[in-house]
């Protein structure tokens, strides 16, 4: 089993930033593919950005690219997104998930086995 806790989520303005992190309990973190997924009241849950199990590729959503940063730390056990020039639309739950599979190609949230319980982004205007 695989733990997942989210945290940094917050109230900014419009233009703010908030760095959001997850911590993974498992010993074997370091080999999963890790991706944030997001989603807004009436909407469905959306991807936003994965990193492969050493950072060396990564794939971010048309609507999040150059605003938002995605990595990780394996010593640490804990992946971040990094949330810059933040827009009201960007206000949703940020879930973190793990895909234990090698291949880290998918965006689809069912592809991801292990979740974390989401952590609230409210950005104001």
């Known amino acids: 089993q695989v733990q997942l806790v989210e945290s940094g989520g917050g109230l900014v303005q419009a233009g703010g930033s908030l760095r959001l992190s997850c911590a993974a309990s498992?010993?074997?973190?370091?080999?999963?593919?890790m991706g944030w997924f997001r989603q807004a009241p009436g909407k469905e849950r959306e991807f936003v950005a994965r990193?492969?199990?050493?950072?060396?590729?990564?794939l971010s959503a048309d609507s999040v690219k150059g605003r938002f940063t995605i990595s990780r730390d394996n010593a640490k056990n804990t992946v971040y997104l990094q949330m810059n020039s933040l827009k009201p639309e960007d206000t949703a739950v940020y879930y973190c998930?793990?895909?234990?599979?090698?291949?880290?190609?998918?965006?689809?949230?069912?592809?991801?086995?292990?979740w974390g319980q989401g952590t609230q982004v409210t950005v104001s205007s």
């Open positions: 990193v492969t199990w050493n950072g060396g590729v990564i």
């Open positions: 998930a793990a895909d234990v599979s090698a291949s880290c190609r998918s965006t689809l949230s069912y592809d991801y086995e292990y």
């Open positions: 498992s010993r074997t973190f370091s080999s999963y593919c």
